[in-house]
């Protein structure tokens, strides 16, 4: 079955605590992206990527670290948690970069950071 | 002023009517507009896709797109209990693959 799969799907953490929200996906995507989902503000994106080793920020990139070494994996990386970054984090993916839209998402990492 | 808008609902109506969901957009460039559904607990998952103006039908679901008025609609005719449900619309904003999107409408549809 075609999807994208985030680990884990709920974290309760503490302030300054590393963590890494996984993602891997599949159907051999080439443009991977993450979003976080907040009431009020909707989905923005962090960070992407449009192919192994080619990463960018999004629009709220602060905060978060990116890796892609293998063209399935798009690891989120939050260094020193801060409470501010409690949100419902979302993976997504499509086939390649141009392809305007069609982004497949995963179930969503609910994260809290007290 | 947000590139792309959206009017949070909620919004509840019988089973059997016609639904309009709409959207506002500031920035003209990048012509794709998107509606996504997401159900509680689960991720965005693309329902209609458009490119420029005009309507695209899908079953019982149209897209209309006026770039006069920078306006997105969604209808949902005969809507029923399942497409009960938060509908977020999108637009690209940038290069290869940015999307931005609205805040969503929560939808129900009761029996």
């Known amino acids: 079955e075609a999807q994208v799969t985030q680990n884990p799907r709920y974290l309760i953490t503490v302030t300054g605590k590393k963590l890494t929200v996984t993602c891997s996906q599949n159907m051999n995507h080439e443009y991977m992206s993450w979003y976080r989902q907040d009431p009020g503000l909707g989905l923005r994106q962090i960070y992407y990527?449009?192919?192994?080793?080619?990463?960018d920020k999004g629009d709220v990139p602060e905060g978060y670290k990116v890796s892609r070494k293998e063209k399935r994996n798009f690891p989120l990386i939050l260094e020193s948690p801060s409470p501010n970054q409690t949100s419902l984090y979302f993976c997504a993916s499509s086939l390649t970069s141009s392809t305007a839209g069609e982004l497949f998402f995963g179930e969503g990492s609910r994260l809290t950071v007290l | 002023q947000k590139e792309v808008e959206q009017d949070p609902g909620p919004l509840s109506v019988p089973e059997g009517a016609i639904v309009s969901l709409n959207c506002t957009y500031s920035n003209s460039a990048f012509q794709y507009f998107m509606w996504y559904r997401q159900y509680s607990r689960k991720g965005p998952e693309l329902l209609m896709y458009t490119y420029s103006s005009g309507n695209k039908e899908d079953g019982r679901f149209t897209a209309q797109v006026d770039k006069s008025s920078k306006y997105i609609s969604l209808f949902i005719r005969d809507s029923q209990p399942s497409d009960s449900a938060t509908y977020l619309c999108?637009?690209?904003?940038?290069?290869?693959?940015?999307?931005?999107f609205g805040t969503g409408t929560q939808l129900k549809v009761e029996l």
């Open positions: 990527s449009m192919n192994v080793e080619v990463t």
């Open positions: 999108a637009k690209k904003t940038g290069g290869g693959n940015k999307l931005t």
